[in-house]
């Protein structure tokens, strides 16, 4: 049974900083590719980055780009968000989730497992 567990997630005054981690397990890592997503209250889950199963290649949405970065480590069996200058608006409960594919995608649609999800609260 493949399964994903977030932490990381807590209260920070906007413009600092916090690191997710998404540990899985149950399915080959590796060979998958891995997305974050958020959702913050009355809104639709939305896509925030996704890193293609080697780590050398990811994309981010407009709203987070130059500020939040992904990467992963295979050995670990784990994905990271580290979340930079953050902002109100940032303010969510994140997703980590496993593609079925090996290549980065946006579109949910493409993952099949998901974790429970961290919340991410930003103060002004």
């Known amino acids: 049974q493949v399964q994903l567990v977030e932490s990381g997630g807590g209260l920070v005054q906007a413009g600092g900083s916090l690191r997710l981690s998404c540990a899985a397990s149950?399915?080959?890592?590796?060979?998958?590719?891995m997305g974050w997503f958020r959702q913050a209250p009355g809104q639709e889950r939305e896509f925030v980055a996704t890193?293609?199963?080697?780590?050398?290649?990811?994309d981010y949405s407009d709203s987070v780009k130059g500020r939040f970065t992904i990467s992963r480590d295979n050995a670990r069996n784990t994905v990271f968000l580290q979340l930079n200058t953050v902002k109100p608006e940032d303010t969510a409960v994140y997703y980590c989730?496993?593609?079925?594919?090996?290549?980065?995608?946006?579109?949910?649609?493409?993952?099949?497992?998901w974790g429970q999800g961290t919340q991410v609260t930003v103060s002004s």
């Open positions: 149950g399915r080959s890592f590796g060979n998958y590719a």
């Open positions: 989730a496993q593609s079925m594919y090996s290549l980065a995608k946006r579109h949910q649609v493409a993952y099949d497992v």
């Open positions: 890193i293609n199963w080697s780590g050398r290649e990811a």
